[in-house]
């Protein structure tokens, strides 16, 4: 994630350039495999790619690229969108300064798959040689009402897998690690105990399906490399992929059981999902005290100054913020905290403020007390 972290800072730098090269029409270059001069017949698909790459692929709308079918089943239908697309890196920012290269087009079964490249421009610095290339990606291509359409390569990766339901969760597998009904039942068990817990409804179906590692956990987002950190989960829609080679992934679970909020910071999506859910095989009690440690040494504690490091995991800040306000009013204040509009830092300061009664130096000051508290053990 420190990785894509320096992009971001890299992007922000080049974003004059940028701007001024924000009306240009996105070219895709074509490889010996996909160049309409010797192989015609592959220019709906190139079409295809290319009207997708120009229609705004960061953004959740009605993209009449995709096929209707995942447009129905998934609000975030293009399941590769932000492992990619998140923050700065918007599609402007991406392909003003990475360049669309079709590799190739093939048959594959009953469909056809695109694999592409997102190449660094000449222009660019030594600085983005390690982000060079960023991505290979790959997606299906579906016939839709006789027209070709975008689509998720999940499904066609995962048609012959081990499937196996356990109430509302659905777990996928490509082997017989299916078969490991403990910790399916401890997964819905899991799950259970948050929503009695803190009286939460229970989840709408969702799936997991269980690879080994980030590189295969990329591949059924649609990926084959790219540069998103070391990520071994991930929650889209009403699916967990799942990297660490088991079905249990309490972290992503609670991304799936707790209530949606499209304004809630995420600071506080990612600090209840570790709150709960723990991080990277870590429980709470490691993440925190870890954080702790480094955060009092960094900047002496201050949470507003957390909130502008991003060298230091938010994922453990707001882990520990949902375990003060819970710890300081209980259940009830948390869930209101969690269902407010906190979609900048300003606006969530200003939420913990209204919900604590406490003024912001009153605020850190508690918060600095309970990381030393935290950090002693």
């Known amino acids: 994630m420190l990785k894509y972290l320096y992009l971001f800072f890299l992007l922000n730098i080049a974003m004059p350039t940028i701007l001024l090269a924000q009306d240009q029409n996105i070219q895709v270059q074509l490889s010996w495999w996909t160049d309409t001069t010797n192989h015609p017949e592959l220019e709906p698909f190139v079409n295809l790619y290319a009207n997708y790459i120009n229609s705004a692929p960061d953004s959740i709308y ?59 421009k000449a222009h660019l610095g030594p600085q983005y040689t390690p982000y060079d290339p960023l991505a290979i990606m790959k997606y299906a291509v579906v016939k839709e009402n006789g027209k070709w359409k975008m689509a998720n390569i999940l499904p066609y990766e995962t048609s012959n897998w081990n499937k196996y339901q356990q109430d509302y969760i659905t777990f996928y597998a490509p082997s017989a690690d299916i078969n490991n ?52 989960g991930k929650s889209i829609n009403n699916i967990i992929l799942s990297g660490n080679s088991s079905p249990y992934y309490p972290h992503e679970f609670v991304h799936q059981i707790w209530p949606k909020n499209d304004k809630r910071n995420r600071l506080l999506d990612e600090g209840i999902a570790t709150w709960l859910g723990g991080s990277m095989n870590q429980n709470y009690k490691a993440i925190s005290m870890d954080f702790s440690s480094r955060a009092i040494e960094k900047v002496d504690g201050n949470f507003t100054d957390l909130l502008k490091d991003h060298t230091l995991s938010f994922y453990a800040q707001g882990a520990i913020l949902c375990d003060l ?34 003024d912001l130096s009153t605020f850190n000051k508690n918060w600095k007390c309970y990381l030393e508290n935290i950090s002693d053990g």
Not at 181 to 201: E, G, P, R, T
């Open 181 to 232: 009904k403990l910790a399916i039942q401890n997964s819905v068990k899991f799950c259970d105990s948050i929503c009695d817990h803190y009286n939460l409804k229970k989840p709408s179906p969702f799936s997991v399906y269980t690879v080994n590692g980030t590189h295969e956990l990329g591949q059924l987002l649609g990926y084959e490399y790219y540069i998103y950190g070391n990520a071994e």
């Open 325 to 358: 306000i819970h710890h300081y009013y209980g259940t009830k204040k948390l869930k209101l905290l969690l269902e407010k509009d906190t979609s900048d830092d300003e606006k969530l300061l200003q939420a913990i403020l209204e919900i604590t009664k406490w």
């Open 62 to 120: 009605d993209n009449p690229n995709w096929n209707k079918r995942e447009k129905i089943l998934y609000k975030d239908f293009d399941l590769s969108r932000n492992s990619i697309f998140q923050g700065t890196l918007t599609a402007q920012a991406i392909f003003s300064s990475f360049i669309p290269v079709l590799l190739k087009i093939e048959k594959k079964d009953t469909v056809y798959q695109l694999t592409s490249l997102l190449k660094a």
